[in-house]
Nanobody, 125 residues
Framework: QVQLVESGGGSVQAGGSLRLSCAAP????????MGWFRQAPGKEREGVAA???????SYSDSVKGRFTISKDNAKNILYLQMNSLKAEDTAMYYC???????????????????WGQGTQVTVSS
C-alpha cells in the first residue's frame, strides 16, 4: 500500500495562488504516473495534472496555463502550483499514483491505484 499525504490547501480569493504538496514513499515516483485530481460537491472526480517518470507533464484544458505540476525526486514530494485561481477551482484536491499512463489516468480516475486523503481548496469570488 502506498501512502500519499497532501498538504497546502486553504482558502484564497479569486486571482490568488496556492501550492499543494504531496509526500510519498521513496520509490513511488519512479514507478509510474503521479498526478492531481479534484472533486467538487456533486461532481465527478476529474484529472487536473499529471507527471510521468520522464518528467513529461499533462494538464486538463481547464487549468492549462494556470497550474504547474512538478516533483522533487530527492525529497519525494509532488507539487501543484496553482495561479490565477477561479471560483470554479474550488474542490477537494487529491494526490494520486497510477501504474498506467498519465494520458489514460487523467481521463479515467477509476484506474488510479493509490489516493491521498485530499486537501480542500476554496476560492472565493
Amino acid at each position: 500500500q502506498v501512502q500519499l499525504v497532501e498538504s497546502g490547501g486553504g482558502s484564497v480569493q479569486a486571482g490568488g495562488s496556492l501550492r499543494l504538496s504531496c509526500a510519498a514513499p521513496g520509490n513511488t515516483y519512479s514507478r509510474g504516473c503521479m498526478g492531481w485530481f479534484r472533486q467538487a460537491p456533486g461532481k465527478e472526480r476529474e484529472g487536473v495534472a499529471a507527471i510521468d517518470t520522464d518528467g513529461s507533464t499533462s494538464y486538463s484544458d481547464s487549468v492549462k496555463g494556470r497550474f504547474t505540476i512538478s516533483k522533487d525526486n530527492a525529497k519525494n514530494i509532488l507539487y501543484l502550483q496553482m495561479n490565477s485561481l477561479k471560483a470554479e477551482d474550488t474542490a477537494m484536491y487529491y494526490c494520486a499514483a497510477s501504474r498506467r499512463s498519465c494520458w489514460y489516468s487523467l481521463r479515467a480516475p477509476s484506474i488510479v491505484n493509490y489516493w491521498g486523503q485530499g486537501t480542500q481548496v476554496t476560492v472565493s469570488s
